[in-house]
């Protein structure tokens, strides 16, 4: 089947209403191209997506999808894959979506490592509120409610990635549209929970975290002598705060998906039309 | 009627009183008797005030009552809590070589039977059996025999090995041989058995049967009082049916997990206590809107906020019909019986699906924790039916495409119902959300596809009410001309108070309702009747405002909310006395 499906087909007829330059285009591209490449259609694709520009993604792509409520995306595509492990998720958000209001998901959904990709389109500002401070700002990023900045410091979605016993833990920029479409296509390939951070920059509200930063500063992995199968090399790039990298940073290759670990492999759309036949053993136990 | 029995466990949380307890009921049940219990518990893992109380007679118990025949009380302020209940020649088992126990004073006009529980218990092979000593001291009161116990130590310990079922069954004989052997007394009681057989479950438990009866796979639910035992019933069951259960981070967790089980086709629940609902309520929205079939079950207890995590309440009914921001179509059900509690959840599967929106099961925490006896019968698993409604496949899609080829979950109908396609289906590729959207699921702020989804979505319930059967349960005397109307766990309460009321000379006619929203139209009964009276566990009378409202009529109200449920005896004064006075202008 994936030599007949072009990534347009998982174009939806919308016109995306994100500010022209935007990096969610070549976030949604990437992410397109990523489930054709993989063998995947848009009826055996569920993408879940939470609130804000991010939010918006599931209205542009073509596949079955649910927008939810803000932050909790992650729960949805949970419940999705294991009531269809036969389907593939696709949970995307954005910084304030994952970090913020999200964050005691994001964490539960990486330690129970369920068979899914998730993309935060990270712009480190809340672009449809206006501008805003948002959990992987800047800790002097001066914005409408932080004047003189936020005075903390961001969020490492990575290291609570680690922390929390991830299994694929990789960082993407959107306008690399190659390097992005290849990192997103390892962790949907990846058994378990793929979590990809996208430099998504917000060309509106952000005149720090630019293209042209991304750009300049970005160390790709892959020219690095960085061993991804390392918790050791994971963790040195994670917590170094001097640079911005990109590409796979960890990645467990034994890792055993949730649905596995627990047994779970039937389409639980499929019940019988009635009680299932040993059902009265049911009413047996209470004797 | 024959004559009940009523005996009670309690002491400290820790004491072991709820295994106690649940033994003998178990015993009793597999004897052929009824049992009706009650929980007095405290929010606390040890220490405080805990107790089991059985009440059991041939015929069927459906209440609890203000007696107490047999007491086993492991701590004084046992005996103080049962002060009221205990009456002339009641039993109180205690060990007065317990050092709280030693200066323990047994009321003058009761019987107080000393018995060594923990020696009696090390003498048969450890400590921890000094309440099964006790078990076997109340049969020996109660002319129960032993036998019947010893089949409920058998369920109960089997899996722990022989040697320990055998250790209890002459723990349970020392403590009858030793009430035997020092109490050269009469008793009043006298257990019959019959050759009935009975199960013995509580109302979470029929509420997770009937979930896996009626095909629910997926469980998502955060643990809290009362509702748990939802969560505990399926987990380790549903498995073998294919399904699983999740243990969310939080409450906003697991309905989002239930939300994404169920737009992937699944049947799926969640199950919590108001605390919980406040917490999923902005979800609630999401799913009324997006259309999405799922059972969110709310076991009510004492709010408001953390209120009184372990008592009871009827305080959710307004949470439930009006919760959240803006205005979605939502069913709430709420059986009235531990039966109905089964009968209900396979109902609320398929209204859900067949109306494709979020249905609220409501039980209370005595409905959720009560154990009571029926005939294996009652949950005929060959009854159950599966509706699953509107679904379609690849060979029906096609009659629900949009004019540029697009799948139409939202299609405006005549009945309000759209098709549903389930992940995986060929071209049924779809967008669900919260915003107002078009038939295909998109993004709109049209104005008159606003008006037409709102109005598709609302007319699914009208067409619910044509097609559905929302009657009340009737009994008491049907020409009566007082009505008493109730809805939860009151209904057992108020039948035996009607029996109660009928031999003091007064009549009345019971309408008891399973259905909150939508609801029987009660305005021919209220009109009909001279009096009526709405039963309640909540301050308010939050029901009572939605007969007033549908009838334009007052009525009067009997409420309770200091945590503990109607009592049959209790309750028949309160309506023989609120009928009195007649309805307050």
């Given at each position: 089947m994936s030599s007949e499906i072009?990534?347009?087909?998982?174009?939806?007829d919308k016109q995306p209403?994100?500010?022209?330059?935007?990096?969610d285009f070549g976030t949604m591209n990437g992410m397109m191209k990523a489930l054709a490449e993989t063998g995947n259609d848009p009826d055996n694709t569920f993408v879940v997506a939470g609130i804000g520009c991010s939010g918006k993604i599931g209205t542009y792509m073509h596949s079955y999808a649910l927008h939810g409520v803000h932050g909790r995306a992650l729960p949805v595509g949970t419940g999705v894959k294991m009531a269809r492990p036969d389907i593939e998720v696709m949970v995307a958000g954005g910084d304030g979506d994952g970090y913020s209001i999200g964050a005691g998901h994001f964490v539960h959904a990486v330690r129970r490592n369920v068979d899914m990709t998730y993309v935060v389109m990270d712009n480190r500002i809340y672009g449809l509120t206006k501008g805003q401070a948002s959990p992987?700002?800047?800790?002097d990023f001066e914005t409408s409610?932080?004047?003189?900045?936020?005075k903390q410091p961001p969020v490492n979605p990575h290291a609570l990635a680690l922390a929390s016993g991830a299994t694929f833990i990789a960082q993407s920029f959107s306008s690399d549209a190659l390097r992005h479409q290849e990192i997103i296509q390892e962790a949907i390939e990846h058994d378990g929970f793929g979590f990809v951070n996208v430099y998504s920059?917000?060309?509106?509200?952000?005149?720090?975290?630019?293209y042209d930063y991304f750009r300049d500063s970005l160390v790709d992995l892959k020219e690095?002598?960085?061993?991804?199968?390392?918790r050791e090399d994971a963790k040195d790039v994670i917590l170094d705060n001097e640079k911005e990298h990109q590409g796979v940073?960890?990645?467990?290759?034994s890792s055993v998906p949730y649905h596995e670990q627990h047994g779970v492999d039937e389409d639980m759309s499929v019940i019988p039309d009635?009680?299932?036949?040993?059902?009265?053993d049911l009413v047996r136990e209470f004797y | 009627m024959a004559a009940d029995f009523n005996w009670a466990v309690g002491g400290?949380?820790?004491?072991?009183i709820d295994s106690t307890g649940k033994i003998f009921a178990q015993a009793l049940s597999r004897a052929g008797r009824h049992v009706f219990t009650s929980k007095d518990f405290?929010?606390?893992?040890?220490?405080g005030y805990t107790a089991y109380k059985v009440r059991t007679s041939v015929d069927k118990v459906q209440s609890v009552v203000?007696?107490?025949?047999?007491l086993i009380a492991l701590t004084p302020r046992t005996i103080e809590e049962n002060l009221d209940e205990l009456h002339e020649g009641s039993v109180i088992i205690y060990d007065g070589e317990r050092t709280t126990m030693q200066d323990v004073e047994i009321p003058e006009e009761m019987i107080g039977l000393d018995v060594p529980l923990k020696s009696l218990a090390e003498e048969a092979g450890?400590?921890?059996?000094r309440n099964v000593v006790a078990l076997g001291a109340a049969c020996e009161v109660a002319e129960f025999p032993i036998e019947n116990l010893d089949s409920a130590l058998e369920k109960r310990f089997k899996d722990k090995g022989q040697k320990l079922v055998d250790n209890n069954k002459e723990a349970a004989r020392a403590g009858q041989s030793y009430v035997a052997d020092e109490y050269d007394h009469e008793f009043d009681y006298d257990l019959e058995t019959t050759d009935e057989d009975y199960v013995l479950l509580n109302g979470d438990e029929a509420i997770g049967m009937g979930a896996i009866a009626a095909g629910c796979r997926f469980y998502a639910g955060y643990p809290i009082t009362p509702a748990t035992d939802v969560m505990t019933y399926l987990t380790g069951r549903i498995e073998r049916y294919g399904g699983h259960v999740v243990q969310a981070e939080d409450e906003l967790s697991a309905i989002n997990m239930a939300l994404g089980a169920a737009r992937g086709g699944a049947r799926a629940m969640t199950a919590t206590s108001g605390p919980g609902i406040d917490l999923m309520t902005e979800t609630f929205g999401l799913i009324a809107t997006s259309e999405t079939p799922l059972v969110i079950c709310n076991v009510m207890r004492s709010g408001?906020?953390?209120?009184?995590?372990t008592k009871q309440e009827q305080g959710d009914l307004n949470q439930m019909l009006y919760g959240g921001h803006g205005e979605v179509p939502r069913f709430v059900l709420a059986p009235t019986t531990i039966d109905e509690c089964f009968w209900k959840t396979v109902e609320a599967f398929n209204l859900a699906e067949k109306y494709q929106l979020p249905v609220y099961l409501t039980a209370d925490l005595s409905m959720a924790v009560t154990e009571q006896t029926f005939?294996?019968?009652?949950?005929?698993?060959?009854e159950v039916e599966v509706d699953r409604g509107n679904v379609v496949d690849e060979t029906t899609i096609?009659?629900?495409?949009?004019?540029?080829g697009g799948f139409q979950p939202h299609e405006i109908t005549d009945d309000g119902i759209s098709p549903r396609a389930f992940p995986?289906?060929?071209?049924?590729a779809h967008m669900s959300t919260g915003?107002?959207?078009?038939?295909?699921g998109r993004r709109t702020e049209d104005t008159d596809m606003r008006v037409a989804q709102v109005d598709k979505r609302n007319r699914k319930v009208e067409t619910a009410r044509e097609r559905e059967d929302w009657s009340p349960r009737e009994f008491g005397d049907?020409?009566?001309?007082d009505l008493v109307i109730t809805w939860g766990s009151n209904e057992g309460a108020l039948a035996e108070a009607v029996e109660i009321l009928d031999e003091e000379g007064q009549d009345v006619r019971v309408l008891s309702v399973?259905?909150?929203?939508?609801?029987?139209?009660l305005s021919a009964d209220v009109e009909a009747a001279e009096t009526t009276v709405v039963v309640e566990?909540?301050?308010?009378?939050q029901f009572a405002d939605l007969v007033e409202h549908d009838v334009l009529e007052r009525v009067d109200r009997v409420n309770k909310y200091n945590g503990v449920r109607f009592k049959a005896d209790e309750l028949a004064a309160e309506i023989k006395s609120t009928l009195a006075e007649g309805v307050e202008a």
């Open positions: 072009r990534f347009t087909d998982f174009k939806s209403t994100w500010c022209p330059g935007c990096g992987t700002s800047r800790e409610t932080s004047p003189e900045g936020p920059p917000c060309v509106t509200f952000n005149d720090v975290d630019t690095e002598e960085h061993d991804p199968t390392s940073i960890y990645k467990d290759e009635g009680a299932p036949e040993s059902a009265t | 400290e949380a820790g004491d072991g405290a929010s606390r893992i040890r220490g203000d007696r107490l025949d047999v450890g400590a921890i059996m408001p906020s953390t209120g009184m995590p005939s294996p019968e009652t949950f005929d698993m060959d096609d009659d629900h495409m949009s004019e540029s995986g289906t060929a071209d049924g915003l107002e959207h078009d038939e295909q049907e020409d009566a001309d399973p259905y909150i929203f939508p609801r029987p139209d566990c909540n301050e308010r009378g």
